[in-house]
Structures are given as structure tokens and as C-alpha cells.
């Protein structure tokens, strides 16, 4: 049974920082892994994903040059570390878990999935 714990999230000021980890625990296999964010009365939207090898990475424009993808075998975690936050940032957060190694965007294509955390970017 795969599990991913996301941790993080919480309440910043416009223009702050936030760094976002998944842990992941079980078999998850050699696959890449994304982030997706739903805002209230959104639906839930690709934000970032990484290939297995992390040498390939893709970001939905609106966070292309504000936000990076990473990971780290070894600890079994990916990160999204979010600069110049917007209140349109204002999101929960969910890390999710596929199995491709390569990058996709449609959430259908993900198995697995964290509970979120919960992003405020206050104007």
C-alpha cells in the first residue's frame, strides 16, 4: 500500500516562500511524481511533476519561474519550493503518485494521492 504524507502548507504573505514535501512510504515503484492544487470551487489542477530520474520536470504556466520541483531518492521525497507567492497560490495542496516515469498531466492517470495541505497566500 503506498501512502504520501504531504507537510508545509500554511499562511503567508504575498510574495513569501513556502516549501511543500511528499513523503512517500510502500511500493511506489520507479515513477515520476506531481503536484496538483484545488482551489475552493475549482477543480483540482496539475501544478508541477518530475520524471523518475529528476532530470525532467514540467510546471503549468501561471508557476513556471516561481515555483521548482525536486527529489530525493534516498529520503523518498518530493518537494515544491514556491517563491513570489500570489493569492491566486491560495490552494490545497496535493502530491500524487502514478505509474509512469515520465511526466503526465491528467490526475485520471495518478493511483495515488496525500490528504493535501492547505496553502493561504494572503493579500
Known amino acids: 500500500q503506498v501512502q504520501l504524507v504531504e507537510s508545509g502548507g500554511g499562511v503567508v504573505q504575498a510574495g513569501g516562500s513556502l516549501r511543500l514535501s511528499c513523503a512517500a512510504s510502500?511500493?511506489?515503484?520507479?515513477?515520476?511524481m506531481a503536484w496538483f492544487r484545488q482551489a475552493p470551487g475549482n477543480e483540482r489542477d496539475f501544478v508541477a511533476g518530475?520524471?523518475?530520474?529528476?532530470?525532467?520536470?514540467s510546471y503549468v504556466d501561471s508557476v513556471k519561474g516561481r515555483f521548482t520541483i525536486s527529489r530525493d531518492h534516498a529520503k523518498r521525497t518530493v518537494y515544491l519550493q514556491m517563491n513570489s507567492l500570489k493569492p491566486e497560490d491560495t490552494a490545497v495542496y496535493y502530491c500524487?503518485?502514478?505509474?509512469?516515469?515520465?511526466?503526465?498531466?491528467?490526475?485520471?492517470?495518478?493511483?495515488?494521492w496525500g490528504k493535501g495541505t492547505q496553502v493561504t497566500v494572503s493579500s
Open positions: 500524487a503518485v502514478g505509474g509512469l516515469r515520465d511526466i503526465v498531466r491528467a490526475q485520471s492517470l495518478y493511483n495515488y
Open positions: 510502500g511500493r511506489t515503484g520507479s515513477v515520476a
Open positions: 518530475i520524471n523518475w530520474s529528476g532530470d525532467s520536470r
